[in-house]
C-alpha cells in the first residue's frame, strides 16, 4: 500500500502550508510516521517523524518552522509547515519509518514549491 501525501502548492517565501497523509488503519497505528522530501537534484531526506506515543523529531533545516502531529481517530499524519523559505522546495512524501528505511512504499508525494 503507498502512502498518498497531500496538500501541497504554490507559497510565497514566509508563507504556510499544512500536508496530510491518510493510511490504511492496521499500517497508521502500529508505526512511526514519517515526512520525508526531495529537492530537484537531490536525495530524499527525512524532515520529521512522529512516533506512536506522539514523540516527535525534526531535522534541524525546519526546527521552530514544521510542525509533524498525527490524529488517530483519522489515520492521518500532517505536516504543518510555516515561515516557509526557498530552500523547502520539493516533493514531500509520507512513510512509515520502517518502510521508508527499506526504500519501499513510497507514494507519488506531493509538490510544495516556495517562491519568492
Request: hydrophobic share 35%.
Amino acid at each position: 500500500v503507498q502512502l498518498q501525501a497531500s496538500g501541497g502548492g504554490l507559497v510565497l517565501a514566509g508563507g504556510s502550508l499544512r500536508l496530510s497523509c491518510t493510511a490504511p488503519e492496521k499500517i497508521f497505528r502500529n508505526n512511526n510516521m514519517g515526512w520525508y522530501r526531495q529537492a530537484p537534484g537531490q536525495q530524499r531526506e527525512r524532515v520529521a517523524y512522529i512516533t506512536v506515543v506522539d514523540m516527535t523529531n525534526y531535522a534541524d533545516s525546519v526546527k521552530g518552522r514544521f510542525t509533524v502531529s498525527r490524529d488517530n481517530a483519522k489515520n492521518t499524519v500532517y505536516l504543518q509547515m510555516n515561515s516557509l523559505k526557498l530552500e523547502d522546495t520539493g516533493v514531500y512524501y509520507c512513510n512509515t519509518l520502517t518502510r521508508a528505511m527499506s526504500d519501499t512504499g513510497w507514494g507519488q508525494g506531493t509538490l510544495v514549491t516556495v517562491s519568492s
